[in-house]
């Protein structure tokens, strides 16, 4: 019997904390990492702040944490694109379409993830996933150089920036000043021109034949 009273509350420990998890990235997605304190999350969870430390020692951890988790998710979408059918270049353009698209749908999220100023540990997974993202590129380059679709090298540095490039590309758009900016109405690059100068320029910089429409 204690066997299973034990699990029970372990249990609902998982679930407590899932519940954690999921108030704190929807806190990030609405208001990026500044709005992630500890007191704000403990009352939309609907527990004592002190609760909160029973499953994250602080705020750095849980925002690696939900740095981690909306990462992954990212990576995965990014990784099914490049891996599924079709030439390695129309993946590529593809794959960097769809992440922008995302990204231009989620901008408060995809800043802060990008860009936002974090915790250090929230930064080690930036480090972290910047290069689960390189590796993704590599796979791909190696197919596209292997079948004649790129002509480039070395392909780790190559993968290193197009990961830069993507970055690079989406921030400024993204960036709380480019979103007041079109909340007010002045003129500011749509996805459109985002997306299409991204691929572009990504598809030339790996050799690819020509840039794809």
């Known amino acids: 019997m204690a066997y299973r009273l034990t699990t029970a ?15 704190a990235l929807k806190r990030v ?15 939309d969870v609907g527990i004592a702040t002190g609760s909160l430390y029973r499953h994250f020692r602080g705020k750095g951890e849980l925002a690696a944490e939900v740095f981690a988790r909306a990462s992954q998710h990212e990576v995965d979408t990014l990784a099914a694109v490049l891996r599924g059918p079709g030439a390695p270049d129309q993946r590529l353009a593809e794959g960097l379409r769809q992440f922008a698209a995302r990204a231009w749908h989620s ?3 995809a800043f802060a993830l990008i860009a936002e100023p974090v915790d250090p540990e929230v ?4 480090l972290l996933y910047r290069e689960a993202y390189a590796e993704l590129f590599v796979e791909l380059l190696e197919e596209g150089v292997r079948v004649g679709a790129f002509r480039v090298q070395p392909l780790a540095l190559s993968a290193a920036c197009l990961v830069g490039a993507i970055a690079e590309a989406l921030v400024g758009p993204l960036s709380p000043p480019a979103r ?5 109405g002045r003129p500011m690059l749509e996805l459109a021109a985002v997306s299409q100068a991204l691929v572009t320029f990504c598809l030339r910089a790996v050799g690819a034949e020509e840039s794809l429409p």
């Open 107 to 109: 901008r408060r999220l």
């Open 123 to 126: 930064d080690e997974q930036r």
């Open 29 to 43: 997605a609405e208001g990026g990492f500044a709005a992630l304190t500890m007191q704000a999350l403990a009352e």
């Open 9 to 23: 509350r372990l249990d609902r420990d998982l679930e407590l904390r899932e519940r954690i998890l999921d108030c």
């Open 180 to 184: 007041a900016a079109r909340e007010a």
